[in-house]
């Protein structure tokens, strides 16, 4: 039987990698640091409401293992077994966990084990460099680092499959079974029999495409329906002034794309337009927002959109709003959010815009960004 190793056991973890690899007759373990995640694991079972475009149906998980990253190195076996390596990880969390797994590849190399497969599911782009070298440095000698380079494909993945739960224990999922995780090729393991992955190319292309046309407008509902006073993407996008901040967004981003990237409209139309399940799933505000310190970079979603657009002479007007809209997040619970507001507060408006967007102060951007951040406060 075909395994995977799952490292982190959250959200994504659980509800996409685990359901979709249990569900084709695969071999599952779970890997995470938090032990309130392995605890609730290891009552046996957990519940995945899966939402289709011609309808739902709920399937439950059994048969897994889960291993907390402990000093005994439980998970040793499952890891050298391991036809793939998923990282189910925030992009922060990655060089923890290659340090972790350093130890069980080290043995696997030494033991000249079979090929390996890792996959990277983070939605965070051009980052597969630095993963490869986490990794490297985590191994514990040259031969190790050579079996790595010639023994193991390191794959960059896009997700595009939105999956809830209260907490990251949680033992009940909500998943949207609608498209394929696409995965870069070539690959060692043989997916040719799981159902929701496609292997492609020029991974790094659409996954920029990905971020900035479906996270762009997805960021853009949070923070405008935060503003007003909605817990729920749902309630948000049937709003009608967020549904249309939305679509604006989109409508500025797609010419702006198709001129940087020399992708015709249609075709971009065509990748970002996604199908939407029968009874469509609720989503948190909460969860979508996190973090708005990254989802306002330089490279990200909403920065990245708009800087593409006034080079190639597009007004991003919605795009600022929604960038205005960003620092104007304040949720207390999230702790990237209570950081910009840290720097808004010292720094006043135009040097937090620049710290947090790696821009010049004078930069246009910075100036329209800030007036509108101004209008939401007065």
Not at 90 to 119: C, F, H, M, V
Not at 314 to 337: C, L, T, V, W
Request: proline share 4%; net charge negative; aromatic share 8%.
């Amino acid at each position: 039987m075909n395994s995977i190793l799952v490292v982190g056991a959250g959200k994504e973890g659980k509800g996409f990698l685990g359901e979709t690899f249990s569900t084709d007759g695969w071999k599952v373990s779970f890997l995470d640091k938090d032990p309130k995640v392995i605890e609730a694991l290891k009552k046996g079972s957990y519940t995945v409401h899966c939402h289709q475009v011609n309808g739902s149906f709920t399937r439950i998980i059994r048969d897994y293992d889960a291993y907390l990253c402990d000093e005994a190195y439980s998970c040793m076996d499952a890891l050298l077994d391991a036809d793939i390596i998923g990282l189910a990880l925030y992009p922060e969390d990655i060089p923890e966990a290659a340090d972790y797994l350093g130890r069980g590849l080290s043995e696997r190399a030494r033991r000249q084990g079979k090929n390996l497969t890792i996959i990277s599911a983070t939605n965070k782009n051009h980052l597969m460099k630095a993963i490869e070298g986490w990794f490297l440095d985590a191994l514990d000698g040259e031969e190790a680092r050579q079996w790595f380079r010639e023994h193991v494909a390191l794959r960059d993945a896009i997700v595009r499959r939105s999956t809830s739960a209260k907490t990251s224990a949680d033992l009940e999922l909500n998943t949207q079974v609608t498209c394929t995780l696409l995965v870069q090729q070539p690959v060692y393991a043989d997916l040719s029999q799981v159902r929701w992955l496609e292997l492609k190319d020029h991974l790094e292309q659409l996954k920029d495409m990905k971020l900035y046309t479906i996270n762009g407008p997805h960021v853009t509902c949070a923070f405008a329906g935060y503003l007003k006073g909605y817990t729920t993407i749902n309630e948000a996008s049937a709003d009608p002034e967020v549904a249309a901040l939305m679509r604006a967004v989109l409508e500025e981003a797609v010419p702006g794309l198709s001129r940087e990237f020399h992708v015709p409209e249609e075709d971009i139309w065509d990748f970002c337009t996604l199908p939407s399940p029968k009874h469509d799933m609720t989503d948190l505000i909460y969860r979508v927002a996190l973090d708005p310190m990254r989802k306002l970079s330089h490279n990200d979603r909403l920065t990245g959109n708009a800087l593409f657009c006034l080079k190639h002479g597009i007004d991003p007007k919605a795009i600022i709003q929604s960038m205005a809209n960003g620092f104007a997040y304040d949720e207390p619970r999230d702790e990237k959010a209570m950081e910009i507001q840290r720097h808004i507060k010292e720094l006043g408006i135009e040097k937090a815009i620049s710290k947090v967007c790696s821009l010049p102060e004078d930069h246009e951007l910075v100036y329209r960004v800030a007036q509108a951040y101004r209008t939401i406060k007065k």
